[in-house]
């Protein structure tokens, strides 16, 4: 399919109608201050025109560099109002039943003389009718000057929004180029809609000139890169970290009853199939360390194929009171923009391990935790791993906040057969020249990580000496190491027990 850019054009327009509305709404309501958090800036500037332009009201615009500019050249003053003081002494004296908007405001908030400033106008608004909109990237609303002020946010572009975009890049790409039309598909168009979800109408227009490749063509293998580029815009100071390319590991060795679990729910999860089913939200993973409870959370992105974040604990809490509590609010939120997509939870217990010595930080973070999971809309499947489900509330592990709890247990002398063979194969050495019947023997109560370990270890010792690894450097190896299963066998023994019965096997 062809993008006809002859077509965007007047389609174009329809995007600020239903906030243009709203602000006016505002406006009208006799509001003195108004608070558009945005980066969104000529957009901003552009509504408080044209409601200035619909409800026949001067409108100006200032920031710290130019001053203040009137948006039509009769409204100009007559002498110039460039510092900050001076632009309140206008609205209080000269600016009757106008609009002002106050572009990059936002440090002087910090300072308590301009809240007075703003206060003072907000007081005086029955003398000149005049609205103040202040325009920042974060604004940060003192308490003197709430109750005076409105908060407004421009609404992130519909499906049918973005989808004009796309044309409207289409044909400035094709301008651009001399060529009339940018080749796609319905499928390419459709993926590349869906990942521009959750971005401004600036930040999605530049992903989608960036889909553009030179050829003049949106093919489904742009698809990641868009993806990295739309985290790496709201990923900044974020607790997750991002994969996108997760196909590799939807094979897997071993973890059948999980992966088939995975694949039954995969058309319902990508939304593919129409059915009245509950979307599928997610598992709890619970095993010994290193029996590949990572693994198996990237298995999951990779068989639904759809990107992975995983939430680090030790980035998200902050030693300063609230900022914990903002920085998970924050990775939820970006989950939820880049959905659909896995959200790994990492050793979930060592986040949520409800104690009395952080003055109910931790409380707080499950409340937060537990609500989103059971209020979220967006399709984002959740895996948590724990390796001790004994320290996490019991208001996590109750039935209806996961669709299972799997355990992932030591690997079965097949499992382990699949392992050897793979990390063997992963440096370049051939499986069928080791006894691997030898090994799987000598492997017995190893993990999947302890037995990777040991072919590391072997070939280092190999590599000393100037040859190539052998069977017995192999089995040398693993006689002298001890696994977790024996250095810990009763803490071991104690989670085998407790998730029989408890849990669904893996395997």
Not at 438 to 463: C, K, N, P, R, W
Request: charged share 25%.
């Amino acid at each position: 399919m062809n993008v006809p850019s002859a077509k965007l054009s007047s389609v174009g327009a329809l995007a600020t109608e239903s906030p243009l509305r709203d602000l006016e709404a505002i406006i009208r309501s006799r509001t003195p201050l108004i608070a558009v958090e945005s980066n969104e800036e000529p957009q901003v500037v552009g509504i408080v025109r044209k409601i200035g332009q619909r409800l026949q009201l001067k409108a100006y615009r200032w920031t710290v560099t130019e001053g203040l500019q009137a948006f039509e050249p009769c409204d100009q003053p007559l002498q110039s109002v460039v510092k900050s003081q001076e632009i309140f002494n206008f609205i209080k004296t000269s600016g009757s039943h106008s609009l002002f908007v106050l572009l990059d405001f936002h440090p002087f908030l910090e300072d308590t003389v301009h809240v007075r400033y703003l206060k003072d106008v907000a007081l005086s608004y029955p003398n000149h009718y005049s609205t103040v909109v202040i325009v920042g990237c974060a604004l940060k609303i003192p308490e003197e000057l709430r109750p005076f002020t409105a908060p407004f946010r421009l609404p992130l572009p519909t499906a049918d929004e973005l989808r004009r975009i796309v044309f409207d890049a289409a044909g400035e790409w094709g301008a651009e180029h001399g060529r009339r039309d940018v080749e796609t598909t319905n499928k390419a168009l459709d993926l590349l809609v869906r990942n521009l979800a959750g971005l401004t109408a600036t930040d999605a227009r530049r992903l989608a000139l960036k889909a553009i490749n030179d050829q003049g063509v949106i093919a489904e293998s742009e698809m990641p890169e868009v993806m990295r580029a739309k985290y790496e815009l709201l990923g900044r100071d974020s607790p997750l970290t991002f994969e996108y390319e997760t196909a590799r590991f939807s094979e897997i060795g071993g973890m059948t009853r999980l992966r088939q679990w995975l694949e039954v729910r995969k058309s319902v999860f990508s939304g593919g199939t129409q059915v009245h089913l509950d979307p599928p939200r997610g598992v709890l993973l619970l095993g010994v360390q290193g029996c590949g409870k990572s693994l198996a959370a990237k298995a999951a992105a990779g068989i639904f194929g759809v990107p992975l974040l995983r939430l680090d604990f030790g980035v998200l809490y902050n030693k300063y009171y609230g900022e914990t509590e903002r920085n998970l609010r924050k990775a939820l939120e970006t989950a939820e923009v880049m959905s659909p997509c896995v959200l790994w939870l990492d050793e979930i217990e060592k986040g949520l391990a409800v104690g009395d010595e952080d003055d109910g930080l931790s409380r707080r973070i499950l409340s937060a935790l537990l609500t989103w999971m059971s209020e979220r809309r967006k399709p984002v499947f959740l895996v948590a791993t724990a390796n001790d489900i004994t320290r996490l509330p019991p208001e996590m592990v109750r039935k209806g906040r996961f669709d299972e709890i799997f355990f992932v247990d030591l690997p079965s002398p097949q499992n382990r057969r699949d392992i050897l063979g793979i990390h063997l194969s992963k440096r370049c050495l051939t499986p069928k020249q080791f006894d691997l019947d030898a090994l799987v023997s000598a492997t017995d109560g190893f993990s999947g990580s302890e037995i990777e370990q040991a072919i590391v270890s072997a070939m280092y010792t190999a590599h000393a000496q100037g040859r190539t690894v052998t069977q017995t450097d192999l089995l040398a190896e693993l006689q002298q190491t001890k696994p977790l299963s024996v250095v810990m066998a009763e803490k071991v023994d104690e989670i085998r027990a407790w998730a029989i019965g408890r849990t669904v096997p893996c395997d």
